[in-house]
C-alpha cells in the first residue's frame, strides 16, 4: 500500500488504493512512523541529535542579547539545511531509478525502462518538514559551453574499464553530442537557442512533467501509450531538482538517480561521471546476471579514491536468478575474488536485494510478480528468514527480503558517522562558544546594572580590533598554506621525475633485453602513490596552519574580553571551530596511458622507431598525461581545501565579531543593535568572500 | 591459436560469443541436445570448448600446442591458465553439419581480453548471445566492431533472458531498440528465452515459443550459404564470401545432395520435426504463450 499520500496524488494508477489513507487536511504532513517501508530508521539517533542541538540553542536564542540570537539562527539554519546526498550509479539497466523510487516509497515517480533510459542527474530532496502543496521542481538546461565542457572535462570510463576502442570514444562521444543537439534543434524549433542556460521551474511535482525532462523517450515506438511529450527535453536538460516530502525521514536526504554507464549512447556515461566529481557516498548497483564485469571494475575504481567506506556495492535483481540461495553466496564470493585481485576497495559493503520485490511490496501487488520472481522469492524467505519471523505482514516480509532496509541501514550508518557526525561536531563547537559568549554577556550586564565601571570598546574600535586581528592571521595562514603549496609543488615535480627515470630506466632495460618488438609495460601505480603522497602531506600541512590560525583566534578574542571588556579572569574562552576535511584526490583514479594495456599502447609503441625517440616520446607522454591530473589535484582539491580553510578562519571571526560588537553595544535599543550585529556579520562575510574568491 | 587439422574437421564453424553469463554455454547445451557446457551464475573462466562430431571423447590443447585427454566430467581442471582450448566430441545432430566453439564471454576482469582474436579469422559464422535485460552495451559494441564485416554479414545477435522481460510490449521494445542500434551489424536479430527452452526438454511448443526453433532455422541457413559458398570456392577461385540477404530459406529446404551439403540438416534431436518447420513463429515476437 502506498503510504505517501503526498506522492500517491501525483500518481494516478494509485489514486483508489490510496484515497482512504489521505488525511482531512490535504496540506498536513502525514504523521510520522507510519510506514513499514521506513529504510532509514538508522538516521534515528542522528536526528536526535540534531534535535537536542536545536533545542540546546533555541534554549540559548530564547530571550538572549540579538548578537547572541541572531548567531542561534544562523546555527539552526545549518541544522535545517543538513542534507547528505547518496548518489546511485552502475551501468544502464542496473536497476537504478527502481531502487530510488523504493527508496523513496513512490514507484514511478521516476520513470524506469527495459531500454535506457535515465538521460539526466536527478536530485531528490527529501525533507520531512515539507508540506504536499509546497512540493516542487527545476529542471535546469545545459548551456552551449557546459555542453562543450561535458566532453573535454568528462570521464573516461572506457579506458578505465580497458573497453575496446576507448581510444576513439572522445570523437564518438563529440559525434553523438552533435547529433543530439541537432535532433534537440529539430524537435524543439526556433525555442531551443533560448531554452539553453535556463531553468524551469514548477510548484508541483508530477510524473507526467518529470517524463519530460529526465528520460529517453522512444524514437523507434509509435504507441499511443506514451506521450509525446516523453523525453521532449531530456537531450537539453542538464539537471533536475525535485523537492519531495517525506515526513517519516529523520532527516532531510538527497538522493541521486544517474544514467547508466556503458549505454551505446555514450554521452550518458559523460554525464554521470561529470557528477561523480561532487559524490561522497555512493551506491553503485549492480545487476546479479552479471555481477563485476571489467566496466563495473573501471566504475569503482574511478570512484575509489573516495574513501571507500563511503562506497556501498548493491547487486539488483537478485529475483531474476534461477537459484538466488546457492547462488548469491557464489556471486559474492567473485566479487570479493576480483575486488582484492584489482587492488579495489575490498572493504565495501556487499548487500544483495531486488527493487522489483520492493516495488511489488510497496505497491501491495505480490500476486503479480510473475511466476520465477515470485519462485525465487520464496526460496529466498526460506533461506533468510529466521523462524521467528514467520507470521510477519508479508509486504513487511517482503520488503524485508527485498534487501532495500538493508541498503538504508548501510546509508544511514555512513552519513551518521560521515557528514552527520561532522555537523554535529562543528554544532557543538559553536553551541559552546556561544554559551561562553552569553556568560560573558551575562556578566557585563551585571556589571554595568551594579554600577561598576563597564569599560566597553567604542564599536569603531572593535572594527579595527577585528580588521587588524583579520589581517594579520589570514597573512600568517596564507604564507603557511603558500609554503605548503610551494612544497607540494615541488614535491609533486619530485615524483613526476622520480616515476620518470625509474620508468625510463625499465624501459631501456627492456629495450637492450628484448629489443622493440615486445612490448613493454610500466605499471603507474608508483606514481599515483607519490602523487597522493604529496597531496596527504599539503593536506597535513594546510590543516595545522589552520588549526594554529583558529586557536591564534579564539585565544585573541577570549583576550579581547579579558583586556577590552575588562573582564579579567572572568573572560570566557572561546573555542576554535573544527576544520573542514579535504576532499578525497578523485583526480588520482583518471587513466593514463600508462594504465591502458590493450590497443591504445600497443600501437603507440608500434609507432615509434629507435630506442632514442621511444624514450624521449615517452618521457613526453607521461608529462601530457599526468599534467592535467596534476593540475585537477592541484586546482580541485589542494586549492580547494586551503580555500575552506580560510573561509572558515573568516567565517569564525566575522560570527564572533558580530557577537562581541553587539555585547559592546549594550546602551543601544535591541533592534538597533540586532541590526548592526547583523550588519557587522555580513560585512565580514562578504569580505570573506571577496577574500577566498567564491 | 590456429586450429589445427587434427582438432578441426572441414565443416563451417560457428563461434558463441559475447560477455559472461550471456547465456553462451546455455545456448550450447540447447543445440547439442547435452549438458556439455559447464553452466554457472558468476563467469565461467574456461578456455574456448570446441564441439565437433565423433564418438565422445574430450581432450585439452596446452599452450605449447600438446594434447592430453581430459575428463570430460572435470572440464575446469583445464584452465585457462594452462589450456589454449579444450575440445570435446560428441554425437549431436548439430554437429554433423558445424563444427561449434563455446567461448570464453568477454567483459570479465579476471580474463585475458583477446583470447578469441587467434581464433576469431577461422570462425564462419558468430552467434554473439546478449542478455535482453541489459542488452547490447557499449563494451560489446565496441568489441564487434572490430570484427570484420563479412563475418558480421553471416553472424546472428540472439537476445537471450528473453523470458526476463515481462510483457509482449516491452519485449517488442527491447527487440526494436537493439535492432536500431545494431543496424547493419548483424545479419539478423533473434530473441530467445534459453532457461525455459533448456527446462522444457523435447516439447517442440516450448521450442517455438522460446525462439529457439527460429534460431536454429536461422542458423541452418546461414550454414547451409556457407557450405555452399565453400562449394563454390572450390569450383571458382575468385569466389568471395557474399554477404547473405534475408530471403534465403531455399537453401535450407533444397539443401544439395552432394558434398558437404549432404550433412545439412541442421537439427539437433530434440528440434527434428515432421514437417512442421514451416510453422516458424516470427522472429520478433518469441512470445511466451
Ligand atoms: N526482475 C527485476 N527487474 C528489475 C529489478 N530492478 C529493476 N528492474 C527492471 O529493470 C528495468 C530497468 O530498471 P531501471 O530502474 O530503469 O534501471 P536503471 O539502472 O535506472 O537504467 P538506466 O537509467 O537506463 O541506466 C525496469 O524494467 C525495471 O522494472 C529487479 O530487482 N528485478
Ligand atoms: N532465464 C534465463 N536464464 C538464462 C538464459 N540464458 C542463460 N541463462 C542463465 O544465465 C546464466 C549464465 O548462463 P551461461 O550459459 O553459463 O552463460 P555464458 O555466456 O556461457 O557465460 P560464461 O561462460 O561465463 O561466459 C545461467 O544461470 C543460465 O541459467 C535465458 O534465456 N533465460
Ligand atoms: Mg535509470
Ligand atoms: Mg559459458
Known sequence: ?694 | MTLTNKSRSRKPLVALMGEFSAGKSTLANLLLGEALSPIQATATQVPPILYRHGEAAAFRTRLDGTQEPLDPGDLRSATPGTTKMITIQAEADFLRACDLVDMPGTSDPNMPADTWDSLLPEVDCVLWCTPATQAWRQSEAALWERVAQPLRDRSLLVVTRMDKILTERDRLRVLRRVQQSVDGLFLDVLPAMLLPALKAADDPQVLEETGVSALIDRLAEVIDADAAARQQTVRLVEAAAQPLTRTEPSLVQDAPESGAGQEMRVMPRRVVMDGARTQRPRHEAGGRA
Not at chain 1, 539537471?239 to 541521486?256: E, T, Y
Not at chain 1, 513487511?396 to 557526525?421: K, M
Not at chain 1, 554595568?448 to 580590533?465: E, H, N, R, Y
Open chain 1, 1 to 694: 500500500m502506498m503510504r505517501d499520500p503526498t506522492l500517491a496524488r501525483q500518481d494516478k494508477r494509485h489514486d483508489d488504493m490510496t484515497q482512504a489513507a489521505q488525511p482531512l487536511d490535504p496540506d498536513a504532513p502525514a504523521e510520522p512512523g507510519a510506514s513499514i517501508f521506513d529504510m532509514f530508521a538508522g538516521l534515528d539517533d542522528l536526528a536526535a541529535r540534531i534535535d537536542d542541538l536545536d533545542d540546546d540553542l533555541a534554549g540559548i536564542g530564547d530571550g538572549a542579547h540579538p548578537a547572541i540570537a541572531a548567531a542561534v539562527l544562523d546555527l539552526r539554519q545549518d541544522l535545517r539545511a543538513f542534507e547528505p546526498t547518496v548518489t546511485m550509479i552502475g551501468q544502464v539497466k542496473a536497476g537504478k531509478t527502481t531502487l530510488v523510487n523504493a527508496m523513496v516509497g513512490s514507484p514511478g515517480l521516476l520513470p524506469a525502462d527495459v531500454n535506457p533510459w535515465t538521460s539526466v542527474v536527478t536530485a531528490l530532496h527529501l525533507q520531512p518538514d515539507l508540506r504536499p502543496s509546497e512540493q516542487r521542481s527545476a529542471f535546469r538546461f545545459f548551456s552551449n559551453e557546459e555542453w562543450d565542457r561535458l566532453i573535454t572535462r568528462g570521464g573516461r570510463v572506457g579506458e578505465l574499464a580497458n573497453r575496446a576502442g576507448a581510444e576513439d570514444e572522445l570523437a564518438k562521444v563529440r559525434a553523438q553530442l552533435d547529433e543530439m543537439r541537432a535532433k534537440s534543434r529539430r524537435r524543439l524549433g526556433r525555442k531551443f537557442e533560448m531554452l539553453l542556460g535556463q531553468t524551469h521551474e514548477y510548484d508541483m511535482m508530477t510524473e507526467a512533467l518529470i517524463e519530460r525532462y529526465v528520460c529517453m523517450g522512444d524514437d523507434f515506438w509509435e504507441d499511443d501509450a506514451n506521450g509525446v511529450d516523453q523525453g521532449r527535453y531530456a537531450d537539453i536538460t542538464r539537471s533536475a531538482d525535485l523537492w519531495i516530502g517525506k515526513p517519516d525521514l529523520p532527516v532531510n536526504l538527497c538522493i541521486q538517480d544517474t544514467p547508466g554507464v556503458n549505454d551505446t549512447f555514450m554521452i550518458r556515461e559523460q554525464i554521470t561521471i561529470n557528477a561523480l566529481r561532487g559524490a561522497k557516498l555512493c551506491v553503485m548497483v549492480l545487476s546479479a546476471q552479471q555481477a563485476l564485469s571489467s566496466v563495473d571494475m573501471g566504475l569503482i575504481r574511478l570512484v575509489s579514491n573516495v574513501r571507500s567506506r563511503d562506497l556501498v556495492i548493491f547487486v539488483n535483481r537478485i529475483d531474476e536468478l534461477a537459484d538466488p540461495v546457492r547462488e548469491v553466496p557464489q556471486i559474492e564470493a567473485s566479487i570479493r575474488a576480483t575486488l582484492r585481485k584489482f587492488d579495489a576497495p575490498t572493504e565495501a559493503e556487499i548487500l544483495f536485494g531486488s527493487g522489483y520485490w520492493a516495488q511489488h511490496a510497496i505497491e501491495d501487488t505480490l500476486h503479480d510478480l510473475g511466476e520465477d520472481s515470485a519462485e525465487a522469492l520464496l526460496d529466498w524467505a526460506e533461506a533468510q528468514l529466521p523462524d521467528s519471523r514467520e507470521g510477519l505482514d508479508p509486504l513487511e516480509t517482503v520488503w524485508h527480503l527485498s534487501g532495500l532496509p538493508a541498503l538504508g541501514d548501510a546509508i544511514a550508518q555512513r552519513i551518521a558517522h560521515g557528514a552527520g557526525a561532522r555537523l554535529v561536531e562543528r554544532t557543538c563547537a559553536a553551541r559552546d562558544n556561544l554559551l561562553r559568549s552569553q556568560e560573558a554577556g551575562a556578566g557585563l550586564a551585571i556589571d554595568i546594572k551594579a554600577g561598576v565601571p563597564a569599560k566597553l570598546p567604542a564599536p569603531q574600535d572593535l572594527a579595527a580590533w577585528f580588521r587588524e586581528a583579520e589581517t594579520r592571521l589570514a597573512a600568517d595562514l596564507d604564507a603557511r598554506i603558500a609554503a605548503g603549496h610551494a612544497a607540494f609543488l615541488s614535491r609533486v615535480d619530485r615524483a613526476h621525475r622520480t616515476f620518470l627515470d625509474r620508468a625510463t630506466a625499465a624501459l631501456v632495460q627492456h629495450l637492450d633485453a628484448w629489443g622493440q618488438d615486445d612490448i613493454w609495460t610500466y605499471d603507474p601505480t608508483g606514481l599515483r602513490m607519490l602523487l597522493r603522497s604529496a597531496y596527504q602531506v599539503f593536506v597535513r600541512a594546510t590543516a595545522e596552519a589552520g588549526e594554529a590560525a583558529l586557536h591564534a583566534a579564539a585565544q585573541e578574542i577570549s583576550g579581547l574580553y579579558r583586556d577590552q571588556f575588562g573582564m579579567g579572569g572572568r573572560a570566557p574562552a572561546i573555542l576554535p571551530p573544527p576544520l573542514p576535511s579535504a576532499d578525497p584526490p578523485i583526480a588520482l583514479g583518471q587513466t593514463i596511458a600508462l594504465d591502458l594495456r590493450g590497443t591504445w599502447w600497443t600501437r603507440f609503441w608500434r609507432k615509434r622507431r629507435g630506442h632514442q625517440a621511444l624514450c624521449d616520446d615517452f618521457a613526453r607522454l607521461i608529462h601530457e598525461e599526468t599534467a592535467p591530473i596534476v593540475e585537477t589535484l592541484r586546482r580541485d582539491n589542494a586549492e580547494a581545501f586551503a580555500a575552506a580553510v580560510r573561509a572558515e578562519l573568516f567565517g569564525f571571526l566575522a560570527t564572533q565579531r558580530g557577537i562581541v560588537t553587539g555585547l559592546a553595544d549594550e546602551s543601544t535599543p535591541p533592534r538597533r543593535t540586532e541590526r548592526l550585529a547583523s550588519e557587522a556579520r555580513r560585512d565580514s562575510l562578504t569580505e570573506a568572500q571577496a577574500r577566498t574568491g567564491t
